[in-house]
């Protein structure tokens, strides 16, 4: 039977495996939890001077001191680091590494990195006072450092009752790895309450760069589980029953294919091909008899992200954000697709950056109308929404978002609080905002949304919901149903109509 090294993360000790621990002995397994240095005493208990390579030598200890002749490792959140750190001195040891909702540093990477709270990881690295350790969070702040999704009211007593300060230096000690351990068995259990699915990470490992193929390696596998942050607390049989099938080499694979990922299928509308102009990051696809002198309105269309910089082809070229260009092209209006660069958690400035000199460009294009533009938001772009609602512009007439991230996911690195259509709609007044919204959506995704509705009822603001019941996140491609193409007939028609009120 399998050797389970359980590693907990921030804030916790080898008391939260507690449950999933006595289910994988129930079922013949050998476990062994962690006690990480300062994390299983009293608050304040951390020697001075405990930093990451404290906890890498305390996994070191566990497996050096098991007889078996391998462990599967297993790392929650930030116990990936000190996982990794372990691994990549005693890869002969290791079996298999667990990434538990964690993410993949490498060489160099701290875990201050990743740090949610921006005000904590702005201090951890380097802006205002130094900290000693950052404090345990209050009942109501866990959602700040993950998704809570599945925890009772208990569970998340319990983890407040036990949560300890984390030791500064467990942070911003940087993982120091050789590559030993980089050609190891892994496997990826992603709680989808914090953002990622695997439906997501075919996405971002449809490229042909280092992510994708570390995604893509015959070794690695991934499970889902309909849950937060803390699935040991929140789940902890499906958590012991993947963990088993984990150590077995079950899983799903995300495998290179031939076939078109869903983001490179055909549009589900059958619409003309028109040519474009290219300029800078900007294409445009003009309506027919569209010249300097009867300017029509634009939309502007916002890709998703974050994705790779490698990816090819870039997102102006997809078949979603090209056919919707050429639909609104069709229906008269100019369409307008912008290349912005959100390629990691903390570009968002840069792609707002982008999208604010690609709406410069189209309003001094001379076939534009300058004072009729509209932007529509898709996926993980929509979080750039939030400057289009905090201070609506006059040229502003209309927003739409199709299946659009509306809060950052719990999952995500730190995003600029500046970003958060769910508090700028409140400052939106009457801008109309039209929002196609599907019913198999990603949970967390889902949850912003909801909480974005909410706000924008409380403050009155002008939204207009297209729902699509049956649709995933990406059905403009992925899908090609009467639905589908109902529900992007209507948001078009929607905007055209109040670009030209």
Same mark, same amino acid.
């Given at each position: 039977?399998?050797?389970?090294?359980?590693?907990?993360?921030?804030?916790?000790?080898?008391?939260?495996?507690?449950?999933?621990?006595?289910?994988?002995?129930?079922?013949?397994?050998?476990?062994?939890?962690?006690?990480?240095?300062?994390?299983?005493?009293?608050?304040?208990?951390?020697?001075?001077?405990?930093?990451?390579?404290?906890?890498?030598?305390?996994?070191?200890?566990?497996?050096?001191?098991?007889?078996?002749?391998?462990?599967?490792?297993?790392?929650?959140?930030?116990?990936?680091?000190?996982?990794?750190?372990?691994?990549?001195?005693?890869?002969?040891?290791?079996?298999?590494?667990?990434?538990?909702?964690?993410?993949?540093?490498?060489?160099?990477?701290?875990?201050?990195?990743?740090?949610?709270?921006?005000?904590?990881?702005?201090?951890?690295?380097?802006?205002?006072?130094?900290?000693?350790?950052?404090?345990?969070?209050?009942?109501?702040?866990?959602?700040?450092?993950?998704?809570?999704?599945?925890?009772?009211?208990?569970?998340?007593?319990?983890?407040?009752?036990?949560?300890?300060?984390?030791?500064?230096?467990?942070?911003?000690?940087?993982?120091?790895?050789?590559?030993?351990?980089?050609?190891?068995?892994?496997?990826?259990?992603?709680?989808?309450?914090?953002?990622?699915?695997?439906?997501?990470?075919?996405?971002?490992?449809?490229?042909?760069?280092?992510?994708?193929?570390?995604?893509?390696?015959?070794?690695?596998?991934?499970?889902?589980?309909?849950?937060?942050?803390?699935?040991?607390?929140?789940?902890?049989?499906?958590?012991?029953?993947?963990?088993?099938?984990?150590?077995?080499?079950?899983?799903?694979? +995300?495998?290179? &294919? !031939?076939?078109?990922? @869903?983001? #490179?299928? =055909?549009?589900?509308?059958?619409? *003309?091909?028109? /040519? $474009?102009?290219?300029?800078?990051?900007?294409?445009?696809?003009?309506?027919?008899?569209?010249?300097?002198?009867?300017?029509?309105?634009?939309?502007?269309?916002?890709?998703?992200?974050?994705?790779?910089?490698?990816?090819?082809?870039?997102?102006?070229?997809?078949?979603?954000?090209?056919?919707?260009?050429?639909?609104?092209?069709?229906?008269?209006?100019?369409?307008?697709?912008?290349?912005?660069?959100?390629?990691?958690?903390?570009?968002?400035?840069?792609?707002?950056?982008?999208?604010?000199?690609?709406?410069?460009?189209?309003?001094?294009?001379?076939?534009?109308?300058?004072?009729?533009?509209?932007?529509?938001?898709?996926?993980?772009?929509?979080?750039?929404?939030?400057?289009?609602?905090?201070?609506?512009?006059?040229? +502003?007439?209309? &927003? !739409?978002?199709?299946? @659009?991230? #509306?809060? =950052?996911?719990?999952?995500?690195? *730190?995003?600029? /609080? $500046?970003?958060?259509?769910?508090?700028?709609?409140?400052?939106?007044?009457?801008?109309?905002?039209?929002?196609?919204?599907?019913?198999?959506?990603?949970?967390?995704?889902?949850?912003?949304?909801?909480?974005?509705?909410?706000?924008?009822?409380?403050?009155?603001?002008?939204?207009?919901?297209?729902?699509?019941?049956?649709?995933?996140?990406?059905?403009?491609?992925?899908?090609?149903?009467?639905?589908?193409?109902?529900?992007?007939?209507?948001?078009?028609?929607?905007?055209?109509?109040?670009?030209?009120?």
């Amino acid at each position: 039977m399998a050797v389970f090294v359980l590693v907990s993360g921030w804030f916790t000790g080898s008391w939260i495996w507690e449950e999933v621990a006595d289910r994988l002995r129930e079922s013949g397994a050998e476990v062994h939890p962690v006690v990480l240095t300062g994390m299983d005493g009293p608050a304040g208990s951390a020697p001075a001077g405990t930093d990451l390579e404290t906890h890498v030598g305390d996994v070191l200890r566990v497996v050096d001191g098991v007889a078996a002749p391998q462990v599967v490792l297993v790392g929650h959140g930030y116990g990936i680091h000190p996982v990794l750190g372990a691994a990549d001195l005693r890869p002969e040891r290791i079996a298999r590494v667990v990434h538990l909702d964690a993410g993949m540093p490498g060489d160099g990477d701290t875990a201050a990195q990743s740090v949610p709270d921006q005000e904590v990881r702005a201090r951890l690295l380097g802006a205002g006072p130094v900290l000693a350790e950052v404090p345990a969070p209050t009942a109501d702040a866990w959602r700040r450092w993950g998704s809570t999704t599945g925890l009772t009211d208990g569970a998340l007593a319990r983890l407040t009752a036990h949560a300890v300060p984390q030791p500064a230096g467990t942070l911003t000690r940087p993982l120091r790895l050789s590559g030993a351990a980089a050609a190891l068995p892994s496997t990826g259990i992603l709680c989808t309450g914090s953002g990622m699915t695997i439906a997501m990470l075919r996405v971002v490992a449809s490229g042909d760069d280092p992510v994708s193929r570390k995604l893509t390696d015959p070794a690695v596998r991934f499970f889902e589980l309909a849950t937060g942050h803390w699935p040991m607390l929140s789940c902890p049989g499906e958590l012991a029953e993947v963990l088993r099938r984990s150590a077995a080499g079950e899983g799903h694979r +995300l495998t290179p &294919t !031939a076939e078109a990922p @869903p983001h #490179l299928r =055909p549009f589900v509308l059958e619409v *003309p091909g028109r /040519p $474009r102009e290219r300029t800078g990051r900007v294409d445009l696809y003009l309506p027919d008899g569209a010249g300097p002198q009867g300017r029509r309105p634009a939309v502007l269309f916002v890709h998703g992200g974050p994705l790779p910089a490698e990816v090819r082809p870039t997102p102006r070229d997809w078949p979603g954000l090209v056919g919707h260009a050429r639909y609104a092209a069709e229906l008269g209006a100019v369409g307008a697709v912008v290349d912005h660069r959100l390629h990691g958690f903390a570009d968002y400035p840069q792609a707002a950056g982008d999208l604010a000199a690609a709406v410069d460009l189209l309003r001094a294009e001379p076939r534009v109308d300058p004072d009729r533009i509209a932007l529509w938001f898709f996926s993980g772009g929509g979080l750039l929404l939030a400057d289009a609602l905090r201070e609506p512009e006059p040229w +502003l007439r209309c &927003t !739409a978002a199709s299946y @659009p991230v #509306l809060a =950052p996911l719990p999952a995500w690195g *730190p995003v600029d /609080p $500046r970003f958060r259509p769910v508090e700028a709609v409140g400052a939106a007044g009457r801008l109309p905002v039209v929002l196609t919204r599907v019913g198999r959506e990603n949970p967390g995704i889902a949850a912003g949304v909801a909480e974005f509705l909410a706000a924008a009822e409380k403050g009155g603001a002008a939204v207009e919901v297209v729902d699509l019941p049956d649709g995933h996140h990406g059905f403009d491609t992925a899908e090609p149903t009467e639905s589908s193409r109902r529900a992007v007939e209507r948001a078009m028609r929607s905007v055209l109509v109040h670009l030209r009120a």
